[in-house]
């Protein structure tokens, strides 16, 4: 009982975390390119895993890993922070908040098309129902943003925003692969390689990090968006006895982040908004739950 209290604990940190971040995108876009977000983003994560290995007495694994395992996660690092992480941050520049975040947040569903086209794990039909809501709620949100309330929305942003749907995706498929690397290893080598792209990168993209303001905001991206959640929900998942009461409590997250928005960014959100985000978690609920109820 104790271990499952710890569980919720960390859950929430996580989900709490998480809520914050699609607000900070936004702030820090204000002093900083998308791409020296994620800079500083990326090595202040890197900070994060670099410490929680050190807490954690597992830098001696690192080194029994073979060439080939860090060869992998040299791949993974290129995908995720840096293809996964740019795509989203510029989705974010070119979108307001509460449009980019729901559309990211269909990734689960994509993951569904990705398997089956790539792993060759068919889809069950049942599962199509939850597929068409979240899809549904993505055009809803996509559509109904820019054309109910007259909006102008960025068509490259929201094909921006859809591919960090399925950048995400790949990575989980990815990475799921690296079962037999402690997951701790897997963030901090992927991070690892992905900063160090990143700064071979930086003078070819003029990357200017002089704010302080983009510093500090960007840095607690990376601290709250890509470092302590990511530790706290793993840590949630190990300790807890009841993972989908862990899994349901996330889908408390993009809620929060709209409330956040609102505030702290001043967007109004729309009715379509809502309607968008509830369509698209209802989506994924449905395939992760119900449709398990329906094809018993």
């Given at each position: 009982?104790?271990?499952?209290?710890?569980?919720?604990?960390?859950?929430?940190?996580?989900?709490?975390?998480w809520s914050?971040?699609?607000t900070?995108?936004?702030?820090?876009l204000?002093?900083?390119?998308?791409?020296?977000?994620?800079?500083v983003?990326?090595?202040?994560?890197?900070i994060?895993?670099?410490?929680?290995?050190?807490?954690?007495?597992?830098?001696?694994?690192t080194?029994?890993?073979?060439?080939?395992?860090?060869?992998?996660?040299?791949?993974?690092?290129?995908?995720?922070?840096v293809?996964?992480?740019?795509?989203?941050?510029?989705?974010y520049?070119?979108?307001?908040?509460?449009?980019?975040?729901?559309?990211?947040?269909?990734?689960?569903i994509?993951?569904?098309?990705?398997?089956?086209?790539?792993?060759h794990?068919?889809?069950?039909?049942?599962?199509?129902?939850?597929?068409?809501?979240?899809?549904?709620?993505?055009?809803?949100?996509?559509?109904?943003?820019?054309?109910?309330?007259?909006?102008?929305?960025?068509?490259?942003?929201?094909?921006?925003?859809?591919?960090?749907?399925?950048?995400?995706?790949?990575?989980?498929?990815?990475?799921?692969?690296?079962?037999?690397?402690?997951?701790?290893?897997?963030?901090f080598?992927?991070?690892?390689?992905?900063?160090?792209?990143?700064i071979?990168?930086?003078?070819?993209?003029?990357?200017?990090?002089?704010?302080?303001?983009?510093?500090?905001?960007?840095?607690?991206?990376?601290?709250?968006?890509?470092?302590?959640?990511?530790?706290?929900?793993?840590?949630?998942?190990?300790?807890?006895?009841?993972?989908?009461?862990?899994?349901?409590?996330?889908y408390?997250?993009?809620f929060?982040?709209?409330?956040?928005?609102?505030?702290?960014?001043?967007?109004?959100?729309?009715?379509?908004?809502?309607?968008?985000?509830?369509?698209?978690?209802?989506?994924?609920?449905?395939?992760?739950?119900?449709?398990?109820?329906f094809?018993?």
């Open positions: 009982m104790k271990e499952n209290n710890k569980a919720i604990l960390y859950t929430i940190i996580a989900v709490l975390s914050t971040v699609a900070a995108f936004k702030i820090t204000r002093h900083f390119t998308y791409f020296e977000m994620l800079l983003a990326s090595i202040s994560a890197l994060v895993f670099t410490i929680n290995l050190t807490v954690q007495k597992k830098w001696k694994e080194k029994k890993m073979s060439a080939g395992q860090w060869r992998r996660l040299a791949f993974v690092g290129a995908l995720n922070p293809a996964y992480y740019l795509v989203l941050f510029k989705s520049d070119l979108l307001p908040a509460q449009v980019a975040q729901p559309i990211n947040y269909s990734w689960p994509v993951l569904l098309i990705l398997l089956a086209l790539f792993a794990q068919p889809i069950p039909k049942i599962k199509y129902i939850g597929m068409f809501c979240s899809l549904g709620g993505v055009a809803l949100i996509s559509l109904g943003t820019g054309g109910i309330n007259d909006q102008h929305l960025s068509v490259s942003g929201l094909l921006l925003a859809f591919l960090s749907a399925f950048l995400w995706g790949g990575y989980w498929m990815l990475n799921n692969r690296n079962r037999e690397i402690d997951s701790s290893i897997t963030l080598a992927s991070f690892l390689f992905g900063s160090i792209y990143l071979i990168a930086a003078p070819w993209m003029h990357a200017n990090l002089v704010s302080l303001p983009g510093v500090l905001s960007a840095a607690y991206v990376g601290v709250f968006e890509m470092g302590i959640p990511f530790i706290c929900f793993g840590l949630a998942i190990r300790k807890t006895n009841n993972p989908a009461l862990v899994n349901q409590l996330c408390l997250s993009p929060l982040s709209l409330f956040l928005i609102s505030t702290v960014l001043g967007e109004r959100i729309f009715f379509t908004t809502y309607c968008g985000l509830f369509l698209i978690v209802f989506g994924i609920a449905f395939n992760e739950y119900l449709a398990k109820v094809r018993r």
